[in-house]
């Protein structure tokens, strides 16, 4: 029985050995790829920026922030959505879930939670969740999805 055990075993780590391999040689493949398209990206010259022969240099444009069109601008009513509720910080909490679902019946998910809450890190632009203090019952927090 001993000898059964120890080939198992044996076979058990084998597997172990291959898939830990498996991963090594993705994540290599993985850089090479990210490697030659960043080199392709460049224009495959790579000391192009660290010298220069030419006297001139190139100097970036100040970005003019008032050229920069808003594409949430056009939206109105039912299409814009909004995503944070600064103004129901220091509210009542069953108050504020009220407001949050009126303003957007679309979410899945609106939860009171209290300060300090244990919670997933996942992003959820159809959840919000409002965190309170259990002693007042006012929110603590400006609610936002995510």
Same mark, same amino acid.
Do not use: C
């Given at each position: 029985m001993?000898s059964r055990? $120890?080939?198992?075993n044996r ?6 050995t291959?898939?830990?391999s ?5 994540? +290599? ?6 490697? /030659? ?11 192009? #920026?660290?010298?220069?022969?030419? #006297?001139?240099s190139?100097?970036e444009?100040?970005?003019?922030? $008032?050229?920069?069109r808003?594409?949430?601008a056009s939206l #109105?009513g ?9 103004? /129901?910080?220091?509210?009542? +909490? ?7 679902k009126?303003? &957007?019946p679309?979410?899945?998910t609106?939860?009171? /939670? ?9 992003? &959820?632009l159809?959840?919000v &969740?409002?965190y309170?203090?259990? $002693?007042?019952n ?9």
């Open positions: 001993p055990v $120890s080939s198992i076979s058990h780590k084998l597997e172990e291959k898939q830990s498996f991963f090594y040689v993705g994540a +290599v493949i993985s850089g090479l790829v990210l490697l /030659l398209v960043v080199y392709h990206n460049i224009g495959g010259n790579i000391s192009a #920026s660290s010298s220069s022969t030419s #006297s001139e190139v100097a444009k100040p970005v003019d922030m $008032s050229q920069i808003n594409p949430f #109105s039912s299409q814009a959505r909004k995503g944070m509720w600064p103004e /129901l910080k220091d509210s009542d +909490v069953d108050t504020a879930v009220q407001v949050i009126s303003q &957007r679309d979410l899945r609106v939860v009171k /939670l209290p300060e300090g809450s244990m919670v997933t890190k996942d992003y &959820r159809d959840r &969740r409002v309170y203090d259990t $002693s007042t006012k929110v603590t927090k400006a609610p936002m999805a995510g």
